[in-house]
């Protein structure tokens, strides 16, 4: 098979087994397709950036990036394009945003419009192939949608590795188990952690919050999301004016 479309069949979460033998040679022994792989799973974020803040300067850093040559230019897949497509969603985006006050807030109802459970970024899981490590039982639990079993293997997981994000998937599995003060510490404790998906902790604590009716407490981790944050801006505001 050829390399770029095992990478693409990577990102699908679409590998068999034997492809996913070849893909793991191929990234431990080629120092290329190793960096091709890093830089398609940074490109393939583009599609998950929910602002229009975050978008623009997802697109910015893969152009500086493209025109420095610090990857192969694979020809399965044409970055300009995509760049193009993605640039024309961030124009739709910044023109189709709208804000509306409420009469009455009912902080359930804010919190059942905005919660969805953050997707897997971290494990990509094969099709059809039997998960062997604890990562990876983990988020296919979580990704089957068991998420009281996923819970607690993510707890586990935190506990044996000290990896922040377990923590956060583990209290977005509590959320949609509808255990949201169980929830709330983890997300706290995840936040003080400072990993890289921090800024998705504060906006599942500030649902959390929402969903307790500790409104004061949602409003300024919104506030603070707002002034310094990137992720999901759109909606944080969108949510501050809703709650105002």
Do not use: C
């Not at 807030?105 to 905005?114: C, K, M, P, S």
């Not at 377990?166 to 003060?181: E, I, M």
């Not at 800024?199 to 009716?213: H, P, V």
Request: hydrophobic share 40%.
């Amino acid at each position: 098979m050829e390399r770029e479309e095992l990478i693409d069949k990577y990102l699908q979460s679409e590998l068999t087994p034997a492809e996913k033998d070849q893909f793991d040679n191929l990234l431990e022994n080629d120092t290329t397709f190793r960096k091709d792989v890093e830089f398609l799973k940074d490109l393939n974020l583009v599609a998950g950036v929910e602002d229009r803040d975050g978008l623009r300067n997802s697109i910015a850093g893969f152009e500086a990036r493209i025109e420095a040559k610090e990857t192969k230019v694979i020809p399965l897949f044409n970055y300009k394009k995509l760049l193009v497509a993605a640039s024309i969603l961030l124009v739709v985006a910044i023109g189709g945003i709208t804000f509306l006050k409420p009469f009455g807030v009912d902080t359930d109802q804010l919190y059942a419009e905005n919660f969805e459970p953050y997707k897997n970024v971290v494990t990509p899981i094969v099709r059809g192939d039997e998960a062997t490590n604890e990562e990876t039982i983990a988020f296919t639990s979580y990704e089957s949608k068991n998420y009281e079993l996923a819970a607690e293997q993510f707890g586990n997981l935190f506990k044996t590795t000290k990896s922040a994000y377990f923590l956060l998937y583990q209290a977005n599995s509590l959320l949609a188990s509808n255990k949201t003060q169980e929830a709330i510490p983890l997300l706290e404790q995840h936040i003080s952690l400072g990993d890289q998906l921090s800024e998705r902790g504060k906006w599942y604590l500030s649902l959390a919050y929402l969903k307790e009716n500790r409104k004061k407490e949602a409003i300024n981790l919104l506030e603070e999301m707002s002034k310094t944050g990137s992720f999901k801006k759109s909606d944080v505001d969108k949510l501050l004016s809703q709650l105002k």
